[in-house]
């Protein structure tokens, strides 16, 4: 089911989204939609990656030094 949403946008934005949907022959919306569907998803990562960590950190789940200088060493980069 599709449902209607309403934004205020800035001209200088429309205007691009405007000239992006006559160059790609898809309509505003359509744009609209997957950019918003991709912004939801990299966000959505980036909270469930933090929420992780957290859990880790929370649990005292840390790398020893030894596993963060091997880490570095194989960048090759010194730890010290």
Excluded: C, H
């Excluded at 909270?47 to 030094?65: Q, S």
């Amino acid at each position: 089911m599709d449902l209607n949403l309403t934004i205020r946008l800035p001209a200088t934005v429309k205007e691009t989204l405007d000239k992006l949907a006559e160059a790609t022959g898809r309509s505003r919306s359509f744009l609209a939609q997957e950019a918003l569907r991709r912004y939801l998803e990299e966000e959505g990562w980036q909270v469930r990656e933090i929420r992780e960590g957290i859990r880790e950190a929370d649990a005292g789940d840390f790398a020893t030094d030894e596993e963060v200088a091997s880490t570095l060493a194989k960048w090759g980069v010194s730890a010290r």
